[in-house]
């Protein structure tokens, strides 16, 4: 089936009001990957002049972003959530490689948080993975990638704090 943003965004929004939770937005998580196998969709979005951070679509009711990201280097992001939201990553072309952090202390008193190494995994094209409100990770691509992603909110709105990987304790 063709999508356009306009019948993926109604898409969206039909789940998420449905089903705000979790559960909603697997299902979402499900239809990203149906949108990422569009060919037509992908090419009209993940264009080599999108900049790498697109807003395709932005809900005024529910506030759930649309964004298309081309990334054309190598790059890295240190570990962090979304705040009080979550966020889908559709990987449509390239590798991400996701590593996922244990909590060990939330960012206080002007403090960053501390995790520790969880897992790593690829997210190759096709495959979309949710985060939801907390979860803790970090994208590394070693080459270009384009991806479709929606955020609850538009992170960009929203205050988020700061993570840092735990010194390993040093044996005396």
């Known amino acids: 089936m063709a999508h ?6 109604a ?6 009001s449905a089903e705000p939770g979790p559960s909603g937005r697997q299902k979402v998580c499900a239809l990203v990957q149906d949108v990422l196998t569009d060919k037509a969709f992908v090419a009209r979005h993940l264009r080599d002049d999108t900049p790498e951070r697109d807003i ?4 005024p009711d529910l ?6 990201h081309v990334n054309n280097d190598a790059k890295g992001s240190p570990p962090h959530d979304h705040g009080p939201t979550w966020a889908i990553y559709g990987q449509a072309t ?3 490689i996701m590593t996922d952090w244990e909590c060990l202390s939330r960012p206080a008193e002007g403090k960053p948080g501390q995790v520790r190494f969880a897992r790593e995994y690829s997210l ?3 495959m979309a993975y949710l985060y939801n409100e907390g979860d803790l990770h970090s994208p590394r691509r070693d080459a270009a990638t384009r991806l479709i992603r929606i955020e609850g909110v538009n992170v960009l709105k929203i205050r988020r704090f700061p993570y840092q990987v735990a ?3 040093v044996a005396a």
């Open 124 to 126: 190759t094209p096709g």
């Open 4 to 9: 356009t943003i306009e019948s993926f965004a």
């Open 167 to 169: 010194e390993a304790a």
């Open 11 to 16: 898409d969206c929004k039909r789940i998420l």
């Open 94 to 96: 390239g590798e991400t």
């Open 63 to 68: 506030g759930f972003t649309i964004l298309a």
């Open 56 to 59: 395709l679509y932005e809900d």
